[in-house]
């Protein structure tokens, strides 16, 4: 074997360990900027609004006068952070993270941020308050007059998906969940499993299970990437070092810690990195550890769902959620749901849904995400599909409530694939 | 998971190679680190336009004065042929005409008024003989700085063309052109708009000539649309970059490869390779995933796109696995335009199948290099981009695919 260019690392024998992208490495990455645009193209926000620059005018063009403190400016508050412009720039620039240490910046400088994102970054707490009593936080949230309440205290928009609250249901699964011994691997299951979504997280385990390996899911924590995205970084700082230290002991175990959400996902393998500078050995170890569920389960697995999947005769729409890009797999569930049969799948031809974590969310930006996610839900009133399948789970709840039709993570499709009972959550 | 090719870069190149790889049946995965040059493509078939500065008629008959290296020597006319009717009949050439026959060039106007050399171009671009001895007006939106209009027409008239220009306000109030294409994709009724245009529109005219900025996904309901309102030829003259006509052609390769159920990856760079004697096994990103290969195909845009470097002293290398890329004049040593020329021309050598060589005059068995990484040619001087860039995508998948055996 000869192998060029590399230095490898013993990580199971292949790939080799990348060196984390700090704040510094991100801002002189605008230096790469050849002024080419195709991020220009690219960017869902400036498509639609011409209240917001672009990436390259947000990104790594106002960066040159931003060391120097010489712009004033509200342009990087509408980026959304879909990540799309980083991922289609030909010259490796970190656009997204250029202009998100911008609004952090800018965040810093007006002494905070407004209640209403206070209240969005803090999912686990909403979860948690929700989780005591659902049936109550559901009415209340249905609750019209409370809503126009919330709106004009929060400035959290009316019309925004906001999901149901689920209790602690995934977790009151997992408890009386027997396990058979086998490699262990790790669940990160976050927010979104934990209070809303629980089928998600039981499909997760129960096909971790039946391919064989022992599933660890560490305790219910928060990720903090909504105050990442909006520039709250100091509140996220000790959050984030809490969560790496409740990954390290999987992570130094050598074991990989999957999750099904793109987006945590993503904040764990480079986001505190890139915002809060934590490059140290424990911090790389649990980024490096971290795996798209999908993308684990087609680079490992691949063979037996090509093997042993049950027919699922379902038309469905996928759309690749935008911060599945900033992983740099593709579209890993696309591919695994190709080895299903009986499965008819149509692609999304819009590469953003608008909601874009907690974008959608806000009063103020939420004309700009209905307006970026326009085509898809025309795309998906066109074709009914009998389900739209995502990665993303505001993007499920955004999509869903907009087309009506009902979205799954694509592990709840692997599962029924599978014919694992306890994660079914349709009928044929 | 394991593909039978995987194609590096998105240029024409590689959308071309992973196109055809997929028809052929094969598994193909297009690992990119970001978008390639496609969006600074004017639109139409570029195969050989100019030789020694002096425009060719007959691309095919042209290609005997060429470098015995370059791709389309390496090719041949047949070969060449081959590739380009294919692109033709395949859903990426779709709407593409030829305007001077199947083998020869016709004219293209461009937005700063030169004539291009165009083996076939999109039926709705504007072709030099399609406008001569026409009454012509030329649009052009208030503030939209990347169509010369002034330009444009002072050509004509210096040809003795009839040309009036005018500026109205664009739909949307950005003056770019991809957030202008989206106005015109997301407006309710262009037919109106153009109803309203109609006012200013001196009443004599014949042809209308837009800059190629009219949607990126129904331009062509909205040409039709506006030739109904107008009742006059409506013709695009595609822009400075980012240019409209190449972003509708990476649009239709991307649909195509989703279609053929291809592998899209993006933000893979490639950082080495495995490789057991002369065949590669599988190549790294940059971020440490490993996808395991049958076959490889290196579209990656060469120095235009990263996928050649040049480093201070003017000496080129192939970063991503690492070949020998073939100078033949020092960068440091020329003029300015000289260097341009040397720059150009240096890349990867490479045998009729477009296999790079791996040791002494033995090539790798398995490794094809494409369009701009690919050594002896000038797509400026010549005038060929889009040319070589689908017979070499075209004939190293053909290769790839011969090789990998049923
Ligand atoms: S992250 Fe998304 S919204 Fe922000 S500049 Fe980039 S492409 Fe535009
Ligand atoms: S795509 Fe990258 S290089 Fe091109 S303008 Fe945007 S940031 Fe600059």
């Known amino acids: 074997m000869t192998t060029t260019h590399l230095d490898r690392d013993s990580h199971e024998g292949r790939g080799f360990s990348v060196p984390l992208m700090t704040p510094a490495m991100v801002r002189q990455s605008m230096d790469n900027c050849t002024k080419c645009n195709v991020c220009q193209v690219h960017c869902p926000v400036a498509g639609v609004t011409d209240a917001f620059a672009g990436p390259k005018y947000a990104g790594p063009q106002a960066e040159r006068f931003r060391i120097i403190d010489a712009v004033d400016e509200t342009a990087p508050m509408l980026c959304s952070g879909c990540g799309i412009c980083t991922s289609v720039c030909p010259n490796d620039v970190a656009i997204t993270d250029i202009i998100t240490l911008a609004k952090a910046d800018q965040v810093d400088r007006a002494g905070g941020i407004g209640l209403g994102q206070r209240l969005l970054n803090r999912p686990e707490l909403i979860g948690r308050l929700g989780s005591l009593a659902p049936w109550l936080a559901n009415g209340v949230l249905a609750n019209s007059l409370f809503r126009q309440i919330a709106v004009a205290v929060t400035g959290v928009s009316r019309d925004a998906p906001l999901p149901r609250f689920a209790g602690q249901r995934f977790r009151r699964w997992l408890k009386h969940l027997s396990q058979r011994e086998g490699p262990q691997i790790t669940y990160f299951s976050g927010c979104a499993v934990d209070h809303y979504d629980p089928d998600v997280g039981i499909a997760a385990v129960s096909v971790l299970n039946s391919l064989g390996y022992k599933v660890t899911v560490p305790p219910d924590a928060c990720c903090s990437l909504p105050m990442l995205s909006s520039g709250d970084f100091e509140t996220a700082r000790p959050r984030a070092r809490k969560m790496i230290e409740l990954l390290t002991p999987s992570a130094g175990a050598g074991q990989t810690i999957v999750g099904t959400s793109t987006s945590c996902t993503l904040t764990l393998k480079s986001k505190y990195a890139a915002y809060l500078g934590f490059d140290d050995r424990q911090a790389s170890e649990v980024a490096h550890a971290v795996s798209d569920i999908c993308g684990y389960l087609l680079e490992h697995h691949a063979d037996t769902f090509a093997k042993a999947s049950a027919r699922v005769p379902k038309r469905v729409l996928y759309h690749g959620p935008c911060q599945l890009r900033g992983h740099h797999i593709g579209q890993p569930a696309l591919e695994l749901l190709r080895l299903v049969p009986g499965i008819t799948i149509e692609l999304s031809q819009a590469s953003c849904c608008g909601v874009a974590g907690t974008y959608g969310y806000d009063q103020e930006k939420r004309p700009i995400a209905v307006d970026v996610g326009r085509s898809l839900i025309e795309q998906i009133a066109d074709s009914r599909p009998d389900l739209v399948i995502c990665d993303s789970e505001t993007c499920r709840w955004n999509i869903e409530q907009a087309s009506g039709v009902p979205c799954l993570h694509p592990i709840q499709v692997l599962a029924q694939a599978m014919e694992l009972t306890s994660g079914k959550v349709f009928q044929d | ?406």
């Not at chain 2, 708009?193 to 014949?206: E, I, M, N």
């Not at chain 2, 649009?251 to 893979?268: D, M």
Request: glycine share 12%.
């Open chain 2, 1 to 406: 998971m394991n593909y039978d090719v995987v194609v590096i870069g998105t240029e024409l190149d590689g959308w071309v190679a992973a196109a055809r790889l997929l028809e052929l049946g094969r598994s193909v995965c297009i690992a990119a680190p970001g978008e390639g040059s496609l969006h600074y493509a004017p639109g139409g078939l570029h195969v050989l336009g100019h030789l020694q500065g002096q425009p060719v008629t007959e691309p095919y008959a042209g290609i005997s004065a060429l470098h015995d290296h370059h791709p389309y020597r390496l090719a041949g006319a047949d070969r060449m042929h081959a590739a380009l009717s294919w692109f033709d009949n395949s859903p990426l050439g779709a709407g593409f005409t030829y305007r001077g026959g199947q083998r020869c060039n016709s004219l293209a106007v461009t937005s700063a008024g030169l004539q291009l050399p165009v083996l076939s171009s999109c039926d709705h671009q504007a072709g030099v003989e399609q406008v001569q001895g026409n009454v012509m007006t030329v649009l052009n939106f208030s503030g939209h700085r990347d169509f010369p209009s002034g330009l444009l027409a002072a050509e004509f008239i210096r040809n003795g063309e009839r040309v009036t220009a005018i500026a109205v306000d664009p739909p949307g109030a950005r003056t770019d052109s991809v957030t202008i294409a989206n106005a015109f994709d997301t407006m309710d009724d262009p037919g109106a708009w153009f109803g309203d245009l109609s006012a200013v529109l001196p009443g004599d005219t014949d042809v209308l000539l837009v800059p190629a900025v009219l949607g990126s996904k129904r331009h062509r309901d909205v040409i039709a649309a506006a030739t109904r309102a107008l009742d006059c030829t409506v013709l695009e003259v595609p822009t400075l970059p980012p240019c409209l006509p190449g972003i509708r052609l990476r649009n239709a390769c991307e649909r195509y490869i989703h279609e053929q159920a291809g592998t899209l990856r993006r933000g893979f760079r490639v950082a080495g390779m495995d490789a057991d004697q002369d065949r590669v096994r599988s190549v790294t990103g940059s971020t440490g995933q490993t996808i395991d290969v049958s076959a490889v195909i290196l579209a990656t845009g060469g120095v235009l796109m990263g996928g050649l470097e040049v480093d201070s002293h003017g000496k080129i290398t192939e970063p991503a696995m690492g070949l020998d890329a073939c100078q033949t004049q020092p960068l440091s040593k020329v003029g300015a335009e000289q260097a341009v020329d040397a720059l150009h021309r240096a890349g990867i050598e490479t045998d009729e199948d477009f296999r790079p060589r791996h040791s002494g005059s033995r090539p790798w068995q398995n490794l094809h290099v494409t369009g701009r990484n690919l050594a002896h040619w000038n797509p400026g001087a010549e005038i060929s981009a889009e040319g070589v860039a689908i017979v070499s995508g075209w004939l190293a998948a053909e290769a790839a695919h011969r090789e990998l055996g049923s």
